[in-house]
């Protein structure tokens, strides 16, 4: 298993969430759930100005195995989504934390992020399903 970076926060269904600079959440899916889905072929992001809620289907990512839901890790309004990955959704696969992130939102309230899991609990958790 790859790293995790130090600053994300996690949900238990495999997304990251990033804290930037004013109030703004970057959003993506882990390194772990990349590599469990495969070649990432296709990937349907919300549209900016939707607003969504923390724990809703929000988004799409298709590999060759199998397609898989995306869900908010806060409530916020999407103020951002990366165009990039409709020509290239293999990003996800080669740069989850990085280049790979799905969609920015600008978050609703920041203590949201304390229900999340932090980087050693999200390894453990990943550990825990034996993967």
């Not at 839901?69 to 806060?74: H, K, L, Q, R």
Request: hydrophobic share 40%; with cysteine.
């Amino acid at each position: 298993m790859s790293d995790i970076p130090g600053d994300l926060k996690f949900q238990r269904s495999h997304e990251w969430a990033r804290l930037e600079d004013g109030g703004r959440v970057t959003v993506g899916i882990s390194d772990h759930a990349q590599d469990q889905l495969g070649d990432l072929v296709y990937v349907e992001l919300p549209q900016v100005g939707d607003h969504l809620e923390q724990g809703a289907s929000c988004a799409v990512v298709e590999s060759v195995k199998a397609a898989s839901d995306i869900y908010a890790p806060v409530n916020g309004t999407v103020i951002a989504i990366n165009e990039a990955l409709a020509d290239a959704p293999e990003t996800i696969n080669a740069d989850a934390y990085g280049d790979g992130w799905l969609f920015v939102l600008q978050i609703d309230d920041a203590a949201q992020l304390e229900t999340l899991l932090g980087p050693d609990d999200y390894a453990a958790l990943v550990e825990e399903e034996g993967h």
